[in-house]
């Protein structure tokens, strides 16, 4: 029995195949149309970007889809909003922490010496006794003027009311 070939069983099968081919094609198409309008929707509030990336991808299809990948924002907007967020709790924390300018350890508001380098970091007001930085020349509690003092060093073993207590030679 020779081997026949029907051509209308094989025509028909080549239809069923090309029709299959078809719709898988179709739905890739309108799948890689969807999935690019809902990226570019992650990435941009514009809607008429959503709107042609959507269409590049519709009108070239494969090549369209490389273009969009190629030109897309590298950002999602909730990667942005996070982004932003990491650098504002940063810049917060930089600007809430003081050091002390002589040896870089963390300081308090309240401290007029460095505990760990004996850094001055405050001075008293000569008349109410508040707190000053101490390039002030002005106290901002009483408005009382400051004197400076003539810079001479101390004895050892005397104090004024306003410098704290501890030894020079250390």
């Known amino acids: ?46 809607v008429f970007a959503q709107v042609m990336a959507a269409l590049v991808v519709a009108v070239l299809n494969i090549p369209g889809l490389l273009v969009y990948l190629i030109l897309r924002p590298p950002e999602t907007l909730a990667e942005q909003y996070e982004r932003a967020l990491e650098e504002e709790a940063l810049l917060q924390e930089i600007e809430e922490k003081k050091v002390c300018p002589g040896c870089g350890n963390p300081i308090q508001d309240d401290w007029r010496i460095c505990p760990f380098c004996h850094t001055r970091l405050k001075k008293l007001c000569h008349s109410c006794g508040g707190l000053l930085e101490l390039p002030w020349t002005l106290c901002p509690y009483c408005e009382a003027a400051q004197v400076e003092d003539s810079g001479h060093r101390r004895r050892a073993g005397t104090r004024q009311d306003d410098e704290p207590e501890y030894d020079e030679a250390l």
Do not use: C, E, N
């Open 1 to 46: 029995m020779p081997f026949t070939i029907d051509l209308q069983q094989l025509s028909g099968v080549l239809m069923a195949v090309v029709a299959i081919l078809a719709a898988t094609f179709t739905a890739l198409w309108i799948s890689l149309i969807i999935w690019t309008f809902r990226d570019m929707k992650s990435r941009t509030r514009d």
